[in-house]
Every structure is written in structure tokens, then in C-alpha cells.
């Protein structure tokens, strides 16, 4: 049976396992709906022009995991940024961990969205924000939301500075043959609030994963949150990340996407500036290698003046790879004195690799200052001389040349260990060890 | 006087077209529509040989399987196709010798656009070979050129006379089934010009072409073909402008150009069909493909500057198949009140070592949408390509938009891509640097506009140059000292 079948007939098992209140019974029913009339898309659309899933859909994911798998937190230990203090919610299989996990609800929650769809206390909450940023036209956020039943829950309020980052962790342990997730994370910042979170998935095994998540993040007057993505899976776990980001005046929303590994990885970054004075960061370094494919699709919409938008993609492209960036950033007529700036640098490394990129600009107001930048190029054979001149040998020479390449975006991570750990994958990406920390 | 900038915007709304008469020629017209009687009876009309008559039917064919497209950013109702009359021809179609015998009514159309033939003979020494209504009706220097061994002719008359250059080249570079408008114009393509330089000859003269849609309700279909053997070189104009008329007219030419080994064709084009008035009423649709092949050592370059049509959707290309080639694309598209632009180009890198580059900048003021569309494209196989791209953008008023979509595309690891674009208005502290030095707001802004689009003019030959700035001024009034 096609994927597409097998997904809309679950549909109604998914239903009658897990009674909710009618308000998000409505929403997934109109959300399986859509799938149901788009279907996965396919390279015929502008959107996924470089990108195709028919290689992923071939697979029998199984949509419903069967039983739940333990690990011993030895063993998945480095997959965590373990060297801070942290909340952590864990995922195994798609299915929570408490064990592993560390949750709280004391002036604040970070627990799970199983709980905020189920309890009344959440009604509030998920009433408001509930799918209402994500795009409800869009096949996999339909697909999504029509299984949206677990994910992480955050809510942040007023004036809460949250003491120490969240880990949002999904492993899969490769007790289904194949195994599909569709993890779905609401994130609510308050006013004055502060969040930094960082999020994985991790597959365990060779068999086939995807991972079809949905995030949206909601920051409200003067908030402040911070987004690490780690994307560095084994070579069959594909992943499709959608985020959506809605930002109220004056707050700052960025988001890193560290790329390094997996099958193939679409990114949907989405930020909705609804205020004025919003800042919104977008950075990536993707270091990719054997058949690796990652597609950065981003948007930033500029519906407000005196906003500014921030994009900075580098891409590192050996063996097989193949990237795509396209960077989209519309600016409403309303949004005078907007500043965007997007910037895209890519090394292809082998003849084999390529890179397809796409930065573009709508703009309907006149005062303001946009631009982007894209380049295509190798590393400067002149600096990589005057490296080894100085007795660097080639291979070092070369991945400091990459380091500093990506160096622009390392700097802008606020968490040192989160920095550091990127920079040992950096490190074993390029199977060099500098023995410094950048 | 110092200008304001809404005083600015009223002048530039309410400028009417400068160059919107009706010259009263008698034309012979067909009737309206398309079928493949209408197809036949062109080809008919034109005396062609039977290939060229099967080679226009197969394009009818390929036309009607084929959906019109709608993925540039452009709004517009789609022209009736049978509505349309695919052919018109001015009566007096005899060949003059010299001016006292042209039409003086023509001559005097000619005087209005500021073109004269004898203006243009005494002053330039171009070659003008004036395409009025599909049907070419004066062709100047001819003789100079043949003595070099050029061709240089409408399509129709080298299609009798060289068939076997027409035949080799016609449809190579766009063929018949490349897109809905190149289909449609291979089919009822009604003239154009057809020019040939022989090997290792360099062209003495800028050779140039007007095109004007003069007959109401006709439709413009210009098939031009450029081959320039091997190490030769041609420079060729193109001008373009029509009179004012309130319905919309469509243009769907096909441009072709064949750069053998060494050679080197520099293309200039200043289109200026008729925009619609200030409410967007009319204004010609402008729906061009244009594309030039590149084989070793040889180079293309492309230079245009698009002021008018309500409607434009041009690309420009190069392909650069053979080592060593190089692709060059100059734009200044300027928008106002409604129209729409989607410009661009496309650089396909195939061979080694070739080289391309892009500057195209934007100017948008009114209601007006102004489109960058790009494609730089390298495949696996060529090594050390090298590309720059800068696409810029002015926008004047808050009403207008400007938009980019770049696609890069890159196979090989030694390819080299820059690409850059930025949006902005003209500075308040730019202008008001100019006022502080004496210098008033008009002439500021002509000043920033003028260096702003500079890159691009200096690549126009001299005596096109000229006119470009005079393009600009109509449709930038006031704007533009």
C-alpha cells in the first residue's frame, strides 16, 4: 500500500485510541483532510523543485510504534549536550521517556503536549496557539497535525528567564523495520521571557526513519528565544523539520541549524514578524558528505516596520552531497525601514557534489534596505600555501580554512558547550583533530 | 525648481507616451485567428519553400498541445490567440532605392521617432533595416556590407535566397517545442532580420533593426537569426517602439544567435513598446525568447534596456557549449504606473573554463512590479566555470515592488559563483548631500539614477546610448536630467 493510503486509513484507528476535546478532534480531521487532497509533494512544485521524497516513500514505515523500547543512558549519553545543567525531554520510538527525561512545572511548563491536549488546565493555552501559526495548507504540516499527539509542551510566562536550556531529544532504536515520527512541539514565550533550546533526532540503527516534525514557537512582546537544531543522523534517517515561528514586538527570535549528517533533510523555517523593532536570526553550517541531501527552505515575512532579518547559510559540500538553499524574504508595503540581509557561501569539494540555490527577495515598500549575497567557490589555494609554509600540514591547513569559513555563524551560538560540541563534530566531519576550541 | 518627490510622482504618472501616433498606411491584414490554413497561407504569402512550410507546421502543432504559462510574477488577462491577426503587411511593399521614393507619410513617422534614415545614415553609418509591421520596407548600406561578404536582410528575403544557411541554423538554439510563445512564433512568424558574417570578417558598422507595431489589433512575431562564423565579430542593435493604443498588443518575438568558434556578437536592445496609460489601461505584452549559443573561444553579450510594454517576460540566455566561452548579460529595466517586468537571464555553462557575467538593475517606480528571474546553471563537466551576478534594485514611491529569484545551480567543484542583489530607495542624505552642494532634488535624482544604471549604459554603442538616455527620461520624467 502507498504510504499516502496507509497514513489517511490509520487515520481513523489514530483517532479512536486517544479521545480529546473536540477543538483539536476538528483541526486534525480538516488537517488529514488536505494531506488527503495534496498528498506528498513532488518535484512538479516550485517549493521542492531540488528535492524528492519518492526514494523515502518507497519504505513501509510502520506509522504506529508497537511496543516501547528502554535504553540505558550510557549508551545515548553523547547524543546529549551532558556537560550542563539542563531540562530534557526524550523521546523513544516517538513515545516519552520519563526516565531519561527531566521536566517541570514549577512557574513554568516543559512537559508534554500528550498532557496540554488532554488536561483542562492547558485548554487556554492550546485554544490559542494550537496550530495557529502553522501553515494549514501545507501537506506535511497537515500530515502532522492530523497526528499531532506528542511532542514537547513549553510555556514560559511572564517576565521568566528559563534557569537552564531544554534538550528536546527523539531517538529511534530501530525496533520497527521502518519506522515513521511525526513529533510536534508548541513552544509559547511570554512576554519578557527567555528560552534556549536545543533539539535532536537521533536514529540508532540502519533501518529507515523519517521524521515529519512540526514546531511552532510563539514570542510574544520582548521575548527572547534561542534554537539549536542538531542535525547529524545516521545515513538512513531522513528528516522533514517544519518550524514556524511567530514573533511580537520587539523580540528576538533566532534559529541554528547545524546540518552534518543524515539522508535527507528538508528544513521549512518559517518566521512571521507580527510587531514592530523585531530582530530574527537565521543561521546554518551544513557539512555534508557521501549522498547526503539537505534542503534549506526559508521565509522570513516582514509585515511590520523597523524590523530586521538576519540570514547566514554556509554550506561545505564533499563526495555526493547535495544542497539546496532557498531563502525567501517578503516585505510588506507596511514594512517601511525594514533591514533583511540574507547570505549564502557554499565550497563544493568533489566533482560529484552540487549545490542549487535560490536566495529571493519580494519586496513592496520602498524604504528599506535589502540584499543577499550567494557564492559558490573552493578554499583560496594561496592561504592553504602560505598554511603550509608554516608547517600545517594539507589536511589541517584545509579544515581551518573551513573553520573559519563557517566560523561566522559559530559565533553567534550563546551556549559554550552547545559551541564546543559543534565544533568536535565539525572536527570529525572533516577527521581532524585541531585540538582548540574556535 | 526643486521637485518634491510627490510632485515628482504626479509628473511621472501623468506623462503621456511621447511617441503614441498612428501612421495611416494602408495594410493588408489577414483574418482573425489561427488555424493551419492561417499557418499555410503565411508561409503562402512569403513564397517559401515547402521545409519551411512543414517546419512552420510542426510548430503549429507542437503550439496547440501546449498550455500557456503562468509561473512569472506577472498579472495580466491572457490574450484571445484568435483574436488576433497574424499578418500584416504595409501595401506599398516595392523596394526603394533611395529615400525620395519611400512613402513621405513613413518618413515622417520615422522623423517623429527621432530615426530618420538619413539622420541615421549621416551621422551613425548604421545600417538600419526598419521593420515596420513584420515586413521590411527599407534596407540601407546593404551594398557596403555585401562587399565584406555579410548578409544582412529580412528572414523572408534570406529564406529565398540562402536557404541553406537558414535551413542549418533556423531552431537550433530556440527550437520549435522550447515554450509556448517561441512555438507560436515559429509558426506565424511574419518577418524579421536575418544577418550573417562570414568567416574572420569584423562588421564594419553597428547593424540595427526597428521594430514597430503600427497596425491596430496585430500581433508583432519577429524571427530574428544572427550567425557569425568563425572569428568574426557583429555588433547589432535593436530598438523597439510603437504607438499608443488602447487594447493590448502582443509581441512574441524569437531571437536566435549562433557564435561559431572565435566570434563575438554583442546584441544591444532598447525596447520602448507602448506601456498603457497611468491607470493601466492597454500597453503591449511583450513576451520574448532570446538566446544565444556560444561555441569555443566565442562570446555573446547581451545589453538591454526595457522602459516600456505593460507586460514584459524576457530572458535572455546564453549557452555557453564551447571552452572557453563567454556569456554576458547587461539590463536596465525601468517600470512605472502598472507595468510589469520579469526579466532576467539564464547562463548555462557547458564547455570549460567559460566565464559569465550578470548585471541587471531594476528600477520600479508607480504601481509597477519589477522582476529579477535568473539562472546560472554549471553543469558537471565545466571545469573552472566563473560567474558574477549583481542585481539591483531602486524602488521610487511605496507603491511599487521589487523582486529577485535567482537560481544558482552548481555540479562542479571548480565553479566560481558570486551572486549579490540589494534593494533600496534613493537615500534622503544622498539627496540632500546634492542640495547641499546647489545641486536641486530633480537633478539629484537624475544624478543617482544616471550613476546607478551607468554600468549597464556604458556597454551600449555610442549612438544607442543616446536614445537609451532619452528612454529613460520619458519614462522616469523628471527624474532623469
Redesign the interface.
Known amino acids: 500500500m502507498e504510504l499516502k493510503d496507509k497514513l489517511v486509513s490509520s487515520f481513523m484507528a489514530f483517532e479512536n485510541q486517544i479521545d480529546v476535546d473536540t477543538t483539536v478532534h476538528d483541526i486534525r480531521s480538516e488537517a488529514i483532510k488536505v494531506f488527503e487532497e495534496k498528498g506528498f509533494p513532488t518535484k512538479k512544485e516550485?517549493a521542492w523543485k531540488y528535492t524528492s521524497l519518492n526514494s523515502l516513500l518507497k519504505n513501509d514505515f510502520s506509522v504506529f510504534p508497537k511496543e516501547e523500547v528502554a535504553l540505558d543512558f550510557k549508551d545515548i549519553k553523547k547524543y546529549f549536550i551532558h556537560d550542563i545543567d539542563s531540562y530534557k525531554i526524550v523521546f523513544i520510538d516517538g513515545v516519552y521517556s520519563s526516565y531519561l527525561s527531566e521536566t517541570t512545572h514549577e512557574g513554568m511548563d516543559i512537559c508534554l503536549l500528550s498532557a496540554a491536549l488532554h488536561k483542562d488546565k492547558y485548554r487556554q493555552v492550546i485554544e490559542n496557539y494550537f496550530n495557529k501559526v502553522a501553515k494549514t495548507d501545507d501537506s506535511l504540516t497537515s500530515l502532522n497535525t492530523a497526528f499531532s499527539r506528542e511532542g514537547a509542551y513549553i510555556y514560559i510566562p511572564k517576565n521568566k528567564a528559563v534557569d537552564k536550556p531544554v534538550q528536546i531529544i527523539h531517538f529511534a532504536t530501530g525496533n520497527e523495520a521502518a519506522l515513521m515520527l511525526q513529533p510536534r512541539n508548541l513552544i509559547v514565550v511570554e512576554e519578557n521571557a527567555h528560552i534556549q533550546i536545543i533539539e535532536r533526532h537521533q536514529s540508532l540503527t540502519e533501518n529507515p526513519v523519517l521524521t515529519n516534525s512540526v514546531t511552532e514557537i510563539f514570542a510574544d512582546k520582548r521575548a527572547v528565544v534561542d534554537y539549536y537544531k542538531i542535525q547529524n543522523d545516521e545515513q538512513n534517517a531522513s528528516l522533514i523539520d517544519n518550524t514556524y515561528i511567530s514573533q511580537e514586538r520587539e523580540s528576538n527570535a533566532s534559529v541554528h541549524t547545524f546540518s552534518f549528517g543524515g539522508n535527507i533533510t528538508r528544513n521549512n523555517l518559517n518566521f512571521y514578524q507580527k510587531g514592530e523593532r523585531i530582530d530574527s536570526i537565521l543561521n546554518g553550517v551544513t557539512i555534508l558528505g557521501n549522498k547526503q541531501h539537505v534542503d534549506h527552505y526559508t521565509l522570513v515575512h516582514h509585515a511590520e516596520p523597523n524590523c530586521e532579518s538576519h540570514q547566514d547559510y554556509k554550506g561545505i559540500f564533499a563526495d555526493k552531497a547535495t544542497g539546496v538553499f532557498n531563502g525567501k524574504i517578503i516585505v510588506d508595503?507596511k514594512a517601511?525601514k525594514t533591514n533583511a540581509f540574507q547570505q549564502n557561501n557554499?565550497i563544493?569539494?568533489?566533482?560529484?557534489?552540487?549545490?542549487?540555490?535560490?536566495?529571493?527577495?519580494?519586496?513592496?515598500?520602498?524604504?528599506?534596505?535589502?540584499?543577499?549575497?550567494?557564492?559558490?567557490?573552493?578554499l583560496d589555494e594561496d592561504a592553504l600555501f602560505y598554511l603550509r609554509t608554516r608547517g600545517i600540514p594539507e589536511k589541517e591547513g584545509r579544515a581551518l580554512l573551513m573553520y573559519a569559513f563557517a566560523n561566522n555563524v559559530l559565533e553567534s551560538v550563546k551556549i559554550p558547550e552547545v559551541k564546543s560540541r559543534i565544533n568536535k563534530l565539525i572536527a570529525k566531519k572533516l577527521g581532524v583533530n585541531l585540538g582548540f576550541d574556535l | 525648481m526643486a521637485y518634491t518627490e510627490e510632485e515628482l510622482k504626479k509628473e511621472l504618472e501623468t506623462k503621456e507616451y511621447e511617441y503614441g501616433f498612428y501612421t495611416d498606411i494602408e495594410s493588408e491584414t489577414f483574418p482573425n485567428g489561427l488555424n493551419e490554413d492561417i499557418v499555410r497561407a503565411i508561409s503562402k504569402k512569403k513564397n517559401e519553400p515547402q521545409w519551411m512550410t512543414d517546419w512552420r507546421l510542426e510548430a503549429f502543432k507542437i503550439w496547440s498541445e501546449m498550455e500557456e504559462p503562468d509561473w512569472a510574477n506577472v498579472n495580466y488577462d491572457k490574450p484571445d490567440f484568435q483574436a488576433i491577426s497574424y499578418y500584416s503587411a504595409p501595401k506599398k511593399k516595392d523596394k526603394y532605392e533611395s529615400l525620395d521614393e519611400v512613402d513621405p507619410e513613413l518618413l515622417e513617422t520615422f522623423n517623429k521617432l527621432g530615426i530618420s534614415i538619413d539622420e541615421q545614415k549621416r551621422l551613425a553609418g548604421v545600417a538600419v533595416d526598419i521593420v515596420m509591421d513584420s515586413v521590411s520596407v527599407a534596407t540601407t548600406f546593404k551594398k557596403t556590407l555585401a562587399e565584406k561578404g555579410i548578409i544582412f536582410c529580412s528572414i523572408s528575403e534570406a529564406i529565398q535566397d540562402h536557404p541553406e544557411l537558414v535551413r542549418k541554423h533556423l531552431g537550433t538554439v530556440v527550437p520549435q517545442k522550447d515554450n509556448f510563445y517561441a512555438a507560436l512564433n515559429s509558426a506565424v512568424f511574419s518577418d524579421g532580420s536575418f544577418c550573417y558574417i562570414p568567416k574572420g570578417v569584423r562588421c564594419p558598422m553597428e547593424l540595427s533593426t526597428y521594430f514597430r507595431i503600427n497596425q491596430a489589433g496585430t500581433g508583432q512575431f519577429e524571427r530574428t537569426l544572427v550567425v557569425a562564423d568563425e572569428g568574426s565579430y557583429v555588433s547589432y542593435l535593436e530598438g523597439c517602439t510603437a504607438p499608443s493604443r488602447d487594447e493590448n498588443q502582443l509581441h512574441a518575438a524569437v531571437v536566435e544567435l549562433i557564435a561559431l568558434d572565435d566570434a563575438e556578437i554583442k546584441y544591444s536592445t532598447v525596447q520602448n513598446w507602448y506601456p498603457g496609460n497611468a491607470e493601466g489601461k492597454g500597453g503591449v505584452f511583450n513576451f520574448v525568447t532570446k538566446r544565444g549559443l556560444c561555441e569555443k573561444n566565442a562570446k555573446i553579450s547581451w545589453t538591454q534596456v526595457e522602459t516600456g510594454s505593460a507586460v514584459t517576460w524576457k530572458y535572455p540566455s546564453c549557452v555557453l557549449k564551447g571552452d572557453n566561452s563567454v556569456g554576458e548579460f547587461y539590463s536596465i529595466a525601468v517600470t512605472n504606473n502598472f507595468q510589469q517586468a520579469d526579466t532576467g537571464t539564464k547562463m548555462i555553462h557547458l564547455g570549460k573554463n567559460t566565464k559569465s557575467t550578470i548585471i541587471s538593475k531594476g528600477i520600479s517606480a508607480g504601481k509597477s512590479q519589477n522582476s529579477y528571474r535568473g539562472l546560472v546553471q554549471i553543469n558537471s563537466r565545466a571545469e573552472n566555470a566563473r560567474n558574477f551576478s549583481q542585481c539591483d534594485s531602486l524602488l521610487m514611491g511605496n507603491e511599487c515592488g521589487a523582486h529577485t529569484f535567482p537560481y544558482i545551480e552548481a555540479k562542479n567543484k571548480s565553479a566560481q559563483i558570486e551572486h549579490e542583489a540589494t534593494t533600496s530607495k534613493i537615500g534622503e542624505d544622498q539627496i540632500f548631500y546634492c542640495n547641499q552642494r546647489g545641486i536641486d532634488t530633480e537633478k539629484a535624482i537624475a544624478l543617482i539614477v544616471n550613476g546607478f544604471s551607468k554600468e549597464v549604459l556604458n556597454k551600449l554603442p555610442m549612438e544607442f546610448a543616446v536614445e537609451a538616455q532619452k528612454l529613460l527620461e520619458i519614462s522616469l520624467e523628471g527624474s532623469v536630467g
Not at chain 1, 519580494?362 to 557564492?375: L, M, Q
Open positions: 516550485e508595503k517601511q557554499n563544493l569539494i568533489d566533482d560529484k557534489a552540487s549545490i542549487n540555490t535560490k536566495p529571493q527577495l519580494e519586496i513592496f515598500a520602498d524604504d528599506v534596505k535589502c540584499s543577499h549575497g550567494c557564492t559558490i567557490g573552493q
